[in-house]
Nanobody
Framework: QVQLVESGGGLVQTGGSLKLSCVTSGPTTGSDTMAWFRQAPGKERLFVAAINWRDGNTYYADSVRGRFTISRDKAKNTVYLQMIMLEPEDTAEYYC??????????????????????????WGQGTQVTVSS
């Protein structure tokens, strides 16, 4: 079983930046998709971004496209989420997730299944991001 450990959350002012990390332990193969979701208090967990572990193809939620960048370092078994131009609406617990049920192609076809949290089999414990106004 893949274990995921997030870090890098914190308190930042509007317009600031943060970089989240997610270290994976356990088998990570070329068929893996790694993703970030977020959940604000009292709200459902929402998709943020995903990356194809093998070829680096990415897919983003509309709300973060252009501000957030997902990347991975195979040698470190780590997935990152670089966040810039943060807004109070970005305040949430951020979760790393992994699956082999979907593959990120980087095309519009990703919108059907990649953002669905039910497709992900392994989850981290989360890291809190708070953006003050």
């Amino acid at each position: 079983q893949v274990q995921l450990v997030e870090s890098g959350g914190g308190l930042v002012q509007t317009g600031g930046s943060l970089k989240l990390s997610c270290v994976t332990s356990g088998p990570t193969t070329g068929s893996d998709t790694m993703a970030w979701f977020r959940q604000a208090p009292g709200k459902e967990r929402l998709f943020v971004a995903a990356i194809n572990w093998r070829d680096g193809n990415t897919y983003y939620a509309d709300s973060v496209r252009g501000r957030f960048t997902i990347s991975r370092d195979k040698a470190k078994n780590t997935v990152y989420l670089q966040m810039i131009m943060l807004e109070p609406e970005d305040t949430a617990e951020y979760y790393c997730a992994q699956t082999r049920r979907v593959v990120v192609t980087g095309s519009h076809a990703d919108r059907r299944f990649v953002p669905q949290k039910s497709m992900y089999t392994n989850w981290g414990q989360g890291t809190q991001v708070t953006v003050s106004s």
